[in-house]
Each structure stands twice: as C-alpha cells, then as structure tokens.
C-alpha cells in the first residue's frame, strides 16, 4: 500500500504524457483524450493511495482513460463522425498497454511529441504555458490556474481555447525542416514555466515552487530523450543552478534576500555540482547558444565562495557573447551590471544609458540604475530609481525590497 499521497501524483505526471501519447496516437481526438486521460488520472489519485499501486501503473491508466474516451465518443450522438468513427474502433476491452518490462520505443517518444503539439505555432506563449502544463506535466486546471493566480475559469478557457486551435494537427514530430524551430519553441515554454515559478512576476510569494519543480521535471524528460542536443543540457544545467540558491533566496519572513547578501551555505551543493557537470557537458555538445551561456554564467555565481570571490570578469566575458547571440533585453541589462562589477558603477550607468528605449518603463531597468547610483554616491538619484523600480513590478516581495531600500538610504540632511 502507498503510504503518501505524494508518491502517487509524482507516478501520475510521470505517466500522464505516455499516457495521453498512446490515445492519441491510438484515437486522435487530442481534446476529448486529454479529458479521458485527466479522468483516468483521477480515478488512480481516489483508488491507488489506498488499494497500492497495480501490476502496471501506465497499462491501468491507458485501459481506463481509453474506456473513458470510447465511452464518451459513443455517447456523443449530436456529433455523428465521431459515433462513426467510435463504432470501428477496437473494443475497449481489447486495448492494452504493454506488460510489464515490455519494451515500447514509440510510448517514450510520445513525451516530447506531446511537447512539440502544446507549443504548435498557432497558439501564443500564454497558451503553450498553459497547456503543456495540462497535457504533459499531468497538473489540474485547478494547479495551474493557483500557480498562475488567475480563476479556474479563466485558465479552464485558455485551455479549451488551445485544444480547439490544434484541433486537426497530425500526432508526429515536426519534420526535419522546421524541427529545430520547434524544439526551441518547446524550450522556450520550459524556460517560461521556470522563471514564473522561480521569481513570480506577481502575487504575495517570490517563489512558486510547483511551477519551477515542474520545469525541472520536465525538461529531464526531454533531456532524456535527446540526450545529446547541447540547448536541452544547457537549459537543464541553468534552472539547477538558478534553483539551488532557492532556500537563501527568502528571509523569515519571506522578504526578498539578493544574490550577494546570500548565505550560500544554504544553497543545494548537490544541485550545484550536477549542474556545473551538465554544464560542462552541454558545452561540448556544439557551439554555445542561449542556455548554455547562461548556464555558464550561473555556474561561475554558484562556484564563488562569496560574493567578492565572483570572477565578474569572466562572467562579462560570457553576457558579451551571450548578448551578440540573442540581443535579449534582460541579457542587456545582466551585461550592464556585470560590466559595473568590473569597472566601476559610472561605465554601468553609462551602458544602462543604451538601453532606455529598449527597456523603457521596464521595472528592472530603474531597479539597476537605482543600485548603480546608490554604488556611484547618488543617494537622491538612487532613491528616486528605487521607488519608481518599486511602482512598476507587481510582485510584493520585490516592491517590499525595494521600498527598503530607498528607505534606508540617508537624506541629504542627514
């Protein structure tokens, strides 16, 4: 018998992806399956914390999912084509999963998929979040609808809204022409899950933990399957050791401590070594992109002893390359402060001067400038740069933060 609940919602969102791959795969119907799947997993989090898993975990799960789905298309008689379609399917009864160490290469395949389908071109990055969340890491509309502090509602509707764009779209890996594309769409989404639940960008809390867990989650799933593309690595090796410093992050009570204020004796070493071996690994899997520069850059943070210790000149040296690479706003400004550290608050401002119209009204942009003022002497400056940091974000613990401070700073009375 399972003794905790938890030990069988981490076996469902292991198996919700195989899972739903299969009825897909087996019936189409991406919509309907996602609701039989959604069911079956259910029936499993009523029944198996009580009566101990089944001989086959994922074999139950497809039979009842599957019984669910002809089940439904049967009954659905205002929709005649899919009645027709329900009377040549097999039997429900006939349909099973493999034994027991059965080997199924397909099933595994049906992962990243699945993946590729959620984060199908036609549908905008809210609904890729969204449904991949849903249809992969097996969460509730309920879950993902909390973590994104929306109604249940509302996320119910971006879902439904999903399924009904990719209504039609074959179940098959993207082919070679405009599979790259796609792949770094589906990192792109991973990435997205992980910052939002990494640094909420509003709410009460700095960190949603189920958000970045399911990140991580997914994404070694995906690195499982493509063990040797140095984009999933590298992606895979940042979130670690971006999530490692988690426990420092927070003080008691729950107000935001900053990188170098950190007791990094806090930090997740086991994480931090598996993520400077991926590292490494991911940059010798090809030329560096995106991930694996910013894996790199958080591997030389995790590595310093302190704060003083950091080699800011290298990791200047990584922001340029990595800015050359992809012209993103928040490497700009990561390159702004990392070009402060190693030469002095006044080149950083003039640097941050670059980005005002690239970033203009952007709360990051004047929360670096208040911090490189407040290094340059320029309290008055400083203060007034804190507290309009502090108006633009609506995440609380990062207001509480800066409001303090520009509190703390002297007057020019003083």
């Not at 992806?17 to 959604?38: S, T």
């Not at 290469?105 to 590729?116: E, G, I, K, S, V």
């Not at 929306?150 to 082919?175: C, H, L, N, W």
């Not at 007034?384 to 002297?410: D, F, I, K, N, V």
Request: with cysteine; charged share 25%.
């Amino acid at each position: 018998m399972l003794r905790r609940t938890t030990e069988v919602e981490d076996l469902l969102r292991l198996h919700a992806p195989q899972v739903l791959g299969a009825l897909v795969r087996r019936y189409g119907h991406f919509g309907a399956a996602e609701d039989a799947v959604q069911e079956a997993l259910l029936a499993a989090a009523r029944q198996w914390p009580d009566q101990g898993l089944p001989e086959n975990p994922r074999g139950w799960l497809i039979k009842v999912a599957s019984r669910r789905l002809t089940d439904q298309l049967r009954a659905d008689e205002a929709r005649r084509r899919r009645e027709e379609d329900a009377a040549l399917l097999t039997p429900r009864d006939a349909f099973t999963a493999p034994a027991p160490g059965e080997s199924r290469a397909p099933a595994d395949d049906d992962t990243l998929t699945l993946l590729f389908l959620c984060c199908h071109p036609e549908l905008t990055p809210a609904a890729q979040v969204a449904l991949t969340l849903r249809a992969v890491g097996g969460l509730t509309t309920a879950e993902i609808a909390r973590a994104h502090l929306v109604p249940e509602a509302t996320m119910a509707q971006r879902i439904s809204r999903a399924k009904g764009r990719i209504k039609g779209v074959s179940f098959r890996q993207p082919g070679p022409e405009d599979r790259d594309a796609r792949l770094a769409a589906v990192l792109q989404v991973l990435y997205l899950i992980f910052n939002e639940g990494y640094t909420a960008t509003s709410g009460d809390a700095l960190h949603r933990a189920e958000l970045a867990r399911e990140a991580i989650r997914l994404t070694r799933a995906v690195r499982r399957l493509l063990p040797h593309e140095g984009a999933v690595t590298g992606l895979l090796a940042l979130m670690l050791l971006t999530e490692a410093r988690t426990a420092a992050r927070t003080g008691p009570h729950g107000e935001l401590i900053p990188l170098d204020a950190q007791d990094r004796g806090r930090w997740d070493r086991r994480a931090i070594d598996e993520g400077t071996a991926l590292v490494e690994e991911a940059l010798s899997q090809g030329p560096p992109g995106a991930y694996q520069l910013q894996a790199a850059i958080a591997a030389l943070h995790d590595e310093a002893p302190s704060a003083d210790a950091t080699d800011w000149p290298q990791i200047l040296a990584l922001y340029d390359h990595l800015v050359r690479r992809t012209h993103e706003p928040m490497a700009e400004l990561g390159r702004v402060v990392a070009c402060a550290m190693v030469h002095g608050p006044h080149a950083g401002l003039t640097e941050l001067a670059a980005l005002e119209d690239l970033l203009m009204g952007h709360h990051r942009l004047e929360a670096v400038r208040a911090h490189l003022l407040e290094k340059a002497g320029d309290t008055e400056g400083a203060r007034a740069a804190y507290r309009l940091a502090a108006q633009g974000t609506l995440s609380r613990p990062e207001a509480h933060y800066l409001l303090t401070r520009a509190a703390r700073l002297p007057t020019g009375d003083a």
